[in-house]
Each structure stands twice: as C-alpha cells, then as structure tokens.
C-alpha cells in the first residue's frame, strides 16, 4: 500500500494497534482498570473479551468534540494528526498523556461492569486476561493493511491458545465478528466465539430467571451485528425475555439498519459527515416514539449520543447489558 495517499488516520490508527495493542494508542496499563477488585481469573475455557470500545471510548469522546471545535475553527483532521504523528517520531505519545487525565464519567466502563454482574447473578464462571487481552486487529482489515492483520490474528491466537480457552464470549461486535470471521482465514483457533447477546440468550432459555421491567425501547442494530455476525434476531429473542418491555422497531432494522455514521475510524476522518448521519439515525429512531435508544456497540453507544446532543433532543441510550441487568433486578421475587 502506497502511504503517501492514505489518510493520516488511517496510518495513525495502524500504528497505535500495531505499537500499542489497541486501537486509540493509549498505554497497555490502561486496559483492564475497570475490573480492578473484581477479583477476576485470568484463566479459564470460558474468556469475556471486552475488547477496545468499552475499555477506551470515555478517552476518545472529548477527543473528537476537540477535533470538530478545531475544524470549525478552519484546522484540518489531516494536519491535527500530522502533529500528533510529528510528536510521536520525537517520543512524545500524545494519546499516553490524555490516558493520564481519567475521564469524569464513564459510561462505558458501566456496561463491562454490569456484564460481569450479569454474569455472576447467573452463575456463570469466566476469566478476562486484563492488560493481556489481544487486539483483535480488525480495523487493519477493513483499512486494508492486511500483513499487519495477519500479525495481529496470529498474537491474538497464540494469547488466547495459551490462556487455555474453549469459548469466547465477546463484548464489542467488530471484534467478536473479527475473533469469529476473520481469524479464521488466516491462523487456526481452537476456541468457539459468542457475541454477549447470543452468550445471554442461551444462558436465559435455559435457566429460571425471571426478567421484569417497564419501558418502551427502540432497537439500533449495529453494523457488525447485524449484517457481519448475522444476530438481529437473536437480540429481540433476548429483548423478548423482558416482561413488561415494549420494542418499537425504526422503518429501517436489523441486517437493512442505517448505520450511525462511526466505526474503522470515520468520526475522525470525516468528523462532520460522521455527526450528520449519526444525528439522521438518531431522528428515524426517535420517529418510533420510544424515548430510549437500545444498542449493543460502544461505537454506536458513541455516535448516537453524540447526534442526539447535537440535535438537542431528550433521549437514553443504553447498551443492551445496561437493560437486562436492570430486568434482573426488576425481576427480583
């Protein structure tokens, strides 16, 4: 691939999985602060995988309200990252010092824990290999760089072979699909992939739990879950556990679902394109008249947020994990 005409973000985002292991380039110490006094094992046949959306996304947000104030202001994404590249070659990593300012609220460290929570009520055994848990690689697909993929495939596989798992139970949809697809066509694995949602719909048709709660949702279905690992239907199943739930589907759903405009770097190549298709999703899910948005993507978790506080509208966005744990503990008796 011919770098002098691939967008800087794009050889950024190569860069930060290939030196750091992750996605937003941000040091290894920081993956896996959220379970801190769980108590965790990190070895077990059964692995959660939390993946870089969940672990980082509370660092990206104010980083990309950054770049569009500063693109309002006439300065480009591509010369923002050419300064960022600039100081990385002289040993200075500017996603490192962000790490060292913690976010005042994280939202998305609230899913990993209430996933664990879930997991626990039901009995369920796991590990999570913390600052040891591989990256998938997979936007280094999807970018094109497909050497460094390959490399990344084959750490992942040998980490987790060594780890001594039999199933994978993934929390970001991209990563799951990328375990559960990809992989595959470049090492051998001897481990089965689950996306949490297929991972709880199993677990609940099987077991006792009575699941309560009184809301009215709208369903986003995030790209990869729906056209890649193909589970839309699998969601509503275990939507459809919730007594008391209503779900009200947008004109357009499931695997014909508009996208909400992030993912594979898009907020930062295209900042502002990537706000007005987050900002049309949000509208056609308000349009259903239900006043919380479900999902299952920290991306989309991201993106839809963000076009709600744009258009100055009055929604929740939850992960779907946020709303069955809140059915168990309505379902409590």
Known sequence: MKENIVPRVCLLLRDNIVRNDNLFGLPSKVKGGWAEGL????????????????????????????????EEKGISVERTLSL???????????????????PKEDPYRQVLLETVEILRRLGVEFAYLGEEEPCCGSPLYYLGFLEAFERKAAEASKRLGEAGVREVVGLVPACTSSLKNLHPKFVKQNFEVKHVVEFLDEILESRPVRLSLNRTVTIHDPCQLARFLEISKVLRSLLGKIEGLKVLEAPTSGEQAMCCGGGTGLELIFPELSLRIAERRVRELLDTGASTIVTCCPG?????????KALNVNVEVLDVVQLVGEALRGGRG
């Open 39 to 70: 108590n965790l094992p990190r070895r077990h046949e059964r692995l959660l995988f939390a993946g870089c959306g969940y672990q980082f996304m509370a660092y990206l947000e104010p980083l990309l309200e950054k770049i569009r104030g500063l």
């Open 84 to 102: 960022t590249m600039g100081f990385r070659k002289l040993g200075l990593n500017i996603p490192s010092l962000l790490s060292k300012v913690k």
């Open 300 to 308: 989309c978790l991201l993106q839809l947020k963000r076009g709600a």
